[in-house]
């Protein structure tokens, strides 16, 4: 069973920063792209930022310059360090990853519990 943790979430003030982290554990073959996700209250989950597994990042138009996310594939992890935060970055953040489980079983979407980050003004 693939479980992926989360961890680094809280309060901070406007213009901090925060550092979030993943743990994937379990039965894992490989992880392909791993990432984050953000969600407000009253809106949908939004891309925040993907790495694959050679390291090629993308990142949506309101993390760009101010997050940076990164990996450690021999650990399964996934970081996302976020600087200058607003209050607009508070959510609920949401670790991802494209797994293969086992050998021969097909890859899926696999979630954190989500972590949550509070920007106050």
């Known amino acids: 069973q693939v479980q992926l943790v989360e961890s680094g979430g809280g309060l901070v003030q406007a213009g901090g920063s925060l550092r979030l982290s993943c743990a994937a554990s379990?039965?894992?073959?490989?992880?392909?792209?791993m990432g984050w996700y953000r969600q407000a209250p009253g809106k949908q989950r939004e891309l925040v930022a993907t790495?694959?597994?050679?390291?090629?990042?993308d990142y949506a138009s309101f993390a760009k310059g101010r997050f940076t996310t990164s990996r450690d594939n021999a650990k399964n992890t996934v970081n996302l360090q976020m600087n200058r935060l607003s209050p607009e970055d508070t959510a609920v953040y949401y670790c991802?990853?494209?797994?293969?489980?086992?050998?021969?079983?097909?890859?899926?979407?696999?979630w954190g519990q989500g972590t949550q980050v509070t920007v106050s003004s």
């Open positions: 790495i694959t597994r050679r390291g090629r990042t």
């Open positions: 379990g039965s894992i073959v490989e992880i392909k792209t």
């Open positions: 991802y990853a494209y797994i293969q489980p086992q050998w021969g079983t097909p890859w899926d979407d696999y």
